[in-house]
């Protein structure tokens, strides 16, 4: 199946500060990528929806001026979280949608980011 | 109606057996529905997908079995093996650029 890279792959940071997530598709152009974030044992929870080259689409909920997407490339998106605080830290993992033959899309997910916040 | 209800929460299944994961849905609209299995730190895995021109799709010890007029679909395991135990999850989405609809998952233990 398609590669899906995410960087780190675990971060500490101190609360106030902003940490940044990078999502790569490594063998295949994502024109849409998504960002979840998961608390253990729980499943999914959609963040937003990353477009290149556009805006990105928050979930209700979700605060678009706390969590940053940029989309500037087919294969990179990448999430800031700004001003991260402890209720922060969860498990954030990108997906990116690789086109098939056909007109049918798979959805690819990356390995995730352990963020802690202190 | 955007909802996939899977069941069941958890399951512990004897090594060699056979484990299945169901998995209804509302939104007749739903054209592609994916599984994925997530082991404790890592990212979903895409395992199998079916779409609703078929009614069973098999691929190794994993098979989708997909009912349309139920709008329900299942996940069977068979000969289960303990390195099968982790969570997986049941999705669905139209064919596209939306989001996948999931499940709450299902954590399965595979015992010796």
């Known amino acids: 199946g398609a590669v899906v890279s995410q960087h780190p792959s675990w971060v500490i940071c101190k609360s106030g500060t902003s940490v940044k997530i990078e999502c790569r598709s490594l063998d295949f152009q994502a024109t849409t990528m998504f960002w979840y974030r998961q608390f253990p044992k729980q499943s999914l929870m959609l963040m937003a929806t990353?477009?290149?080259?556009?805006?990105?689409?928050?979930e209700q909920g979700v605060e678009k001026d706390k969590f940053l997407i940029n989309h500037a490339s087919l294969t990179l998106s990448t999430l800031t979280v700004t001003s991260a605080h402890p209720e922060d830290s969860s498990f954030y993992i990108c997906s990116a949608i690789n086109r098939l033959a056909g007109g049918y899309n798979e959805q690819f997910f990356g390995p995730g980011t352990r963020l802690t916040v202190l | 109606q955007q909802q996939v209800k899977q069941s069941p929460q958890s399951l512990i299944v004897q090594k060699g057996g056979i484990s299945i994961i169901n998995c209804a849905y509302e939104n007749t609209a739903f054209d592609y529905f994916p599984w994925y299995q997530q082991f404790p730190g890592k990212g979903p895995a895409l395992l199998i997908a079916?779409?609703?021109?078929?009614s069973e799709k098999k691929e190794g010890r994993f098979t989708i079995s997909f009912n349309k007029s139920a709008k329900q679909f299942s996940l069977h395991i068979m000969d289960s093996q303990p390195g099968d135990s982790a969570t997986y999850f049941c999705?669905?989405?139209?064919?596209?650029?939306?989001?996948?609809?999931f499940g709450k998952g299902t954590r399965l233990s595979v015992i010796a």
């Open positions: 990353s477009n290149e080259g556009s805006k990105a689409t928050y």
């Open positions: 079916i779409r609703p021109d078929v």
């Open positions: 999705a669905a989405t139209y064919s596209g650029n939306t989001p996948l609809v």
